[in-house]
């Protein structure tokens, strides 16, 4: 009986030593793979952010760890940008994040503020120089408003040909503005008729002209050339 007593104990120990060996390489892997950093951060769809403003507002430029970063916190700080309209982030294969993000437009910069406007009618300043139009006289507030709803409506190929906008009412229409164009003619346009300005290549296209374009020698500059593509940031193996 004591021989039995002694075997049925060595077993036991051997299976609690098994259990607890089992166990401890279970949690060496859960660790190592809870504490894996992230690889790579691929950035689509930011034309006015930079990707290191990017990284930099998510905290992932120190590339942190995969799975303790939540997709969510990511969204919750991105979201508070103000160019940002909307913004997605997914977990993929190989320890990446892919962030994908929506800009508000910015249409036009507003001269007498030093403001760039946004087509959520919001005002912003920025050290950044963005090549959009610029609005460069006062416009009273309801005819402001008009204009930036009717610059929402403009194809963007054609909003990067305006230069300037600048508002001439006269006695017959008081909703009336100039467009200066880059490539050195001037429309006149009011604000209910203002759909028109995205037939401009048509127009300028042919000899002829319509009878609400004139050409002028003014010019100016472009539209703002942004990055519609992803882009792949890894982590570099001597981070840490």
Known sequence: MAKKIVKRKKLRVFRL???LFV???ISFFVYLYVTTNTQNIIIKGNNYISDEEVLQETDLKNYPSFILTMPFKIQKKLAKNQYIKSVKV????YHTFEITIKEYDVLFKNDTLNKYVLDNKQEITS???FRVPRLVNYTPDKKYSSLIENMKSVDKSILGKISEISYQPNEFDKDRFLLLMDDGNSVYLTLTKFEMINYYNEVFGKKELAPNFTQSKES??????????GKNFKRKKNNR
């Open 17 to 19: 030593l098994l259990l």
């Open 23 to 25: 166990i401890a390489i």
């Open 90 to 93: 997914r977990r993929k294969f």
């Open 127 to 129: 050290d950044l120089e």
């Open 220 to 229: 100016g500059r472009g539209n703002n050339g942004g990055n519609n593509g």
